[in-house]
């Protein structure tokens, strides 16, 4: 079943923060995040195994709520490059499964 | 690592022709997953392999669609008698499989298909 994805959309000014909400209603295994400009390919951010670890990428993190079944993936001091749509892809309890994805949250940096 | 390739990258076609689209997934990868985007959707699964066995179709590959991954390496995508429907960003992913699912799927650049 599909993840649910919240914002659908979300508008930010350079500096600032931002949280991308991703919840599943199956058990998962693990969340991965994604990150895709518009005409090119999806690119891997992090991945989030169960066990409720958070990660870290630069400016960029994640966490993983095993017990809710939700992952947040956080932006801060965004800035223009952070532009693009985000996506989570959710693997279920069994592991190594094709992961399903979100329809992606629209993030817009502005100067 | 050289990453996952696709060719082509642009396809147009008539209504009612066959197209065919290869990947070539990232070496040492056993697993190969194919996808479709549409504008203002995440990827959609079609279909994936371990090694050259087809393990899971989704219930939106109709008959019109066909995949194989002949020696487990690069893989084919096949669309007969293409539809207007078909139109969309066809997605190409490998994920090195095993490792207890602690690893990820890397996705190729896309082939986008305008079916006129």
């Known amino acids: 079943q599909q993840p649910v994805q919240s914002p659908q959309a979300v508008i930010l000014r350079e500096g600032e923060d931002a949280v991308i909400n991703c919840s599943s209603s199956k058990a998962l295994y693990s969340v991965h995040w994604y990150r895709q400009k518009h005409g090119e390919a999806p690119v891997f951010l992090m991945i989030l195994l169960k066990g409720g670890e958070q990660k870290g990428h630069e400016k960029i993190s994640a966490s993983f709520n095993e017990k809710k079944q939700q992952s947040s993936l956080y932006l801060t001091a965004s800035q223009l490059s952070y532009s693009g749509t985000y996506f989570c892809?959710?693997?279920?309890?069994?592991?190594?499964?094709?992961?399903?994805f979100g329809k992606g949250t629209r993030l817009s940096v502005i100067a | 690592d050289t990453g996952v390739s696709q060719d082509p990258r642009h396809k147009i076609t008539k209504r009612g022709q066959n197209v065919t689209f290869r990947c070539d997934p990232i070496?040492?990868?056993?697993?190969l997953y194919w996808y479709r985007q549409t504008l203002g959707q995440g990827p959609e699964f079609l279909t994936y392999f371990q090694n050259e066995a087809q393990l899971e179709k989704s219930r939106l590959l109709s008959d019109r669609f066909s995949a194989e991954r002949p020696k487990g390496s690069f893989s084919t995508l096949e669309i007969q008698r293409t539809e207007q429907g078909d139109s969309a960003m066809y997605l190409c992913a490998s994920r090195k499989g095993g490792g207890g699912g602690t690893d990820t799927q890397y996705f190729g650049p896309g082939t986008r298909l305008t079916v006129l």
């Open positions: 892809g959710t693997d279920s309890v069994l592991g190594n499964t094709p992961l399903v």
């Open positions: 070496s040492e990868h056993n697993r």
